[in-house]
T-cell receptor
Framework: AQSVTQLDSHVSVSEGTPVLLRCNYSSSYSPSLFWYVQHPNKGLQLLLKYTSAATLVKGINGFEAEFKKSETSFHLTKPSAHMSDAAEYFC???????????FGAGTRLAVHP | DVKVTQSSRYLVKRTGEKVFLECVQDMDHENMFWYRQDPGLGLRLIYF???????EKGDIPEGYSVSREKKERFSLILESASTNQTSMYLCASSHRQEGRTQYFGPGTRLLVL
């Protein structure tokens, strides 16, 4: 069975410093992987997705993620945090038929001035 | 533009009431999903549907049922609401093909008293 582990429940950074949100997955075959973001009182928005093309995936708002099969990781990074990046981030793996998604528990990102 | 709408943003119900949550998508998607979101648990799949009148149980279907009479509409039903069903409910839709993006509605925050 597929699963997703987000290694940090909370991450706090200063504005202008790099962001790293860590995600490990388990999958019996080549997965599709996603990062979604949820701002307070808003629905989920797709940041980026990996579907077996380039291993370095660029998303919206300057975020990117690298698929590392040997480490079963899909960490999300951004070179310079902005106050508007404060939100909850979910790492997600797509499982089998019908496009079912398995969500990690989420990482809450706080950005301080 | 992609659009998934949910009938209510906030709902307050009493224990034992029958509750209907409605979701409509305008993207002609085959797949539709209902999740609940609880702090520290991420999103958990309740039910999904891959076609009109078709439904499949997700990971936590107990206490819920669903209805899909039209392609664009997917309803979640709480037959007899209980306090442990107080949660945020999110609807999503996607094309049938595996790995395709799921698009989420804004969510319904349900409080059962």
């Amino acid at each position: 069975a597929q699963s997703v582990t987000q290694l940090d429940s909370h991450v706090s950074v200063s504005e202008g410093t790099p962001v790293l949100l860590r995600c490990n997955y388990s999958s019996s075959y080549s997965p599709s992987l996603f990062w979604y973001v949820q701002h307070p009182n808003k629905g989920l928005q797709l940041l980026l997705k990996y579907t077996s093309a380039a291993t370095l995936v660029k998303g919206i708002n300057g975020f990117e993620a690298e698929f590392k099969k040997s480490e079963t990781s899909f960490h999300l990074t951004k070179p310079s945090a902005h106050m508007s990046d404060a939100a909850e981030y979910f790492c997600v793996v797509s499982e089998g038929g019908y496009n079912k998604l398995i969500f990690g528990a989420g990482t809450r990102l706080a950005v301080h001035p | 533009d992609v659009k998934v709408t949910q009938s209510s943003r906030y709902l307050v119900k009493r224990t034992g009431e029958k509750v209907f949550l409605e979701c409509v998508q305008d993207m002609d998607h085959e797949n539709m999903f209902w999740y609940r979101q609880d702090p520290g648990l991420g999103l958990r799949l309740i039910y999904f549907s891959y076609d009109v009148k078709m439904k499949e149980k997700g990971d936590i279907p107990e206490g819920y049922s669903v209805s899909r009479e039209k392609k664009e509409r997917f309803s979640l039903i709480l037959e007899s609401a209980s306090t442990n069903q107080t949660s945020m409910y999110l609807c999503a839709s996607s094309h049938r093909q595996e790995g395709r993006t799921q698009y989420f509605g804004p969510g319904t925050r349900l409080l059962v008293l």
